[in-house]
C-alpha cells in the first residue's frame, strides 16, 4: 500500500492545535491568577486552564503517534482532544464570567477548529495507513 499524506497532516495538525491549547490554557492560568476570577463553587482558572494543558498535551502526542502512523486509537483520540480547546461551549463558558474581555484571541474559534476538525477527518480516512499490530 502506498503511503500518503492524510497521516502526516493530521498529525501536523494535531500538533498544532495542542500547542494552541497548551497556550490558551497558560494564558487561562496567568490571566485568571492575576486577575481572581471566581465563581460561585470555584475558581474558573484552576480548572480550565489545567485542563486545557492537559487536553493539549493529548493532541500533541496524539499528532507524534499519527506522523508516525502507529496506534490509530490514540491519533484519533488526540485529534478530538484538540476540538475542546476552541469548541463553542468552552467559548459560552468563559463568556459567562466576563473572560472574554480579557481573552479575545484564545477564544477565538476560527482556524483552531477548522484544524482540530479537517485532523479527525484526515486521521479518520488514513485508517488502513496505521500499523496493525
Not at 54 to 78: E, Q, S, T
Not at 94 to 111: A, G, N, Q, V
Request: proline share 4%; charged share 15%; aromatic share 16%.
Amino acid at each position: 500500500m502506498h503511503k500518503k499524506w492524510m497521516p502526516i497532516t493530521a498529525g501536523v495538525l494535531d500538533i498544532i492545535s495542542g500547542i494552541f491549547g497548551i497556550l490558551q490554557g497558560l494564558y487561562i492560568i496567568s490571566w485568571g491568577s492575576f486577575i481572581g476570577f471566581t465563581c460561585s463553587v470555584y475558581e474558573v482558572w484552576e480548572v480550565w486552564g489545567p485542563l486545557h494543558i492537559v487536553v493539549g498535551v493529548l493532541a500533541i502526542i496524539g499528532g507524534i503517534y499519527a506522523c508516525k502512523r502507529k496506534m490509530w486509537h490514540l491519533a484519533l483520540a488526540g485529534a478530538i482532544a484538540g476540538i475542546f480547546p476552541s469548541a463553542p461551549f468552552m467559548v459560552s463558558y468563559l463568556e459567562e464570567f466576563s473572560i472574554r474581555y480579557f481573552m479575545h484571541l484564545p477564544t477565538s474559534l476560527d482556524f483552531k477548529l477548522v484544524f482540530a476538525i479537517v485532523a479527525i477527518i484526515l486521521t479518520v480516512l488514513s485508517r488502513k495507513q496505521f500499523e496493525r499490530k
